[in-house]
């Protein structure tokens, strides 16, 4: 598996090129999956070469954590554990009390609660899942930088946050990665998030790089969603959004087939191509789609196939929006 940095300087952090997003696995699309079918899952993935992945408190809430500490327990030095905190869980019983919390106190009281359940002495990468406007995000940024004078967290890092406010945090601590979504479904970060990292020297972690599943070409208008998945609340899943977007799906296919590689391959391999420190992390509960995922670091697409797949995008009118209205508040992009 090849290697990537996010971010550079002492707060660079060295991960797979592709890593693997937990979410999936115990909440988010449906039931949860297998608990110790995922964790043969996990552990396949560190045998082919994936050193990065993806977790938070509030998956589950508190589920994921445990299921990722449990999976990587015997292979612990060979990983990178990437979680989150920034929403309102009670750290005792896992109730969700609504909204956002990042107030210096409950993030350190959460990073403690997450040490645990991910049974390590230390948090590689720690994230802000999502920017609290009740909370300065230098307040924030100042409790992550003790958490590290702590040796409690290695990194710091920001989801789904403006370039205002990663500007700021990075000034009270260096940010080593942001976390958004992005790909060729929905490239909003390329105009303002993109070259700032670029500046700034920090990696992008891209979730959904696949589009939650729709670039993969398995889903069509006729897809029926759990009701527990969280794309049956999405505009871009309605069925009319998703029969006007197959035109993207079959642009991806074409190219796809020309190259000898899967759809998700090309998604991948096109995020890839964008940036030498851009690091997608494409989740799955199939360990033949965990290898058919894998396998995108091994396409290459030339400046030719490039510059083809942007013209050919170019044309499209996607429709229906990337998430829910009040999910979309909650993001600074």
Not at 160 to 167: D, F, Q
Request: with cysteine; charged share 25%; net charge neutral.
């Amino acid at each position: 598996m090849q290697k990537r940095m996010l971010g550079t300087g002492p707060s660079a952090l060295g991960v797979s090129a592709v890593g693997l997003g937990c979410m999936g696995m115990t909440s988010g699309y449906g039931p949860p999956a297998d608990k110790q079918k995922m964790i043969a899952l996990i552990r396949e993935a560190v045998d082919l070469g994936v050193t990065f992945f993806d977790t938070a408190e509030a998956y589950g809430p508190f589920a994921n954590e445990q299921l990722v500490g449990e999976a990587l327990a015997p292979i612990r030095g060979r990983v990178v554990i990437a979680t989150k905190f920034g929403f309102d869980i009670d750290q005792k019983t896992g109730e969700r009390r609504g909204g956002v919390n990042s107030r210096p106190e409950h993030v350190k009281a959460a990073a403690e609660s997450s040490l645990k359940r991910l049974g390590v002495d230390v948090i590689d990468l720690l994230y802000q899942h999502r920017v609290d406007p009740s909370v300065p995000i230098e307040d924030v940024a100042g409790a992550v930088k003790d958490l590290i004078k702590e040796g409690k967290v290695k990194h710091f890092g920001l989801s789904e946050a403006g370039v205002n406010t990663i500007r700021r945090a990075h000034a009270v601590q260096p940010v080593t990665a942001v976390q958004s979504e992005y790909s060729l479904w929905w490239r909003g970060p390329e105009s303002e998030i993109l070259p700032t990292l670029e500046e700034l020297g920090i990696g992008f972690v891209c979730f959904s790089p696949l589009g939650a599943g729709f670039l993969t070409g398995k889903i069509d208008e006729s897809t029926k969603f759990d009701s527990s998945d969280f794309r049956t609340a999405v505009p871009r899943f309605a069925p009319e959004a998703l029969k006007a977007n197959m035109a993207l799906v079959d642009l991806v296919r074409g190219v796809a087939t020309r190259k000898g590689a899967s759809p998700a391959q090309i998604a991948l391999a096109w995020l890839l191509a964008q940036r030498p420190w851009i690091v997608p992390i494409p989740g799955t509960t199939k360990p033949h789609r965990l290898q058919e995922n894998l396998g995108a670091v091994t396409v290459e697409l030339n400046a030719d196939d490039l510059q083809e797949i942007d013209t050919a995008a170019s044309k499209l009118t996607l429709q229906g929006v990337r998430l829910p209205e009040s999910m979309l508040r909650m993001t600074g992009l």
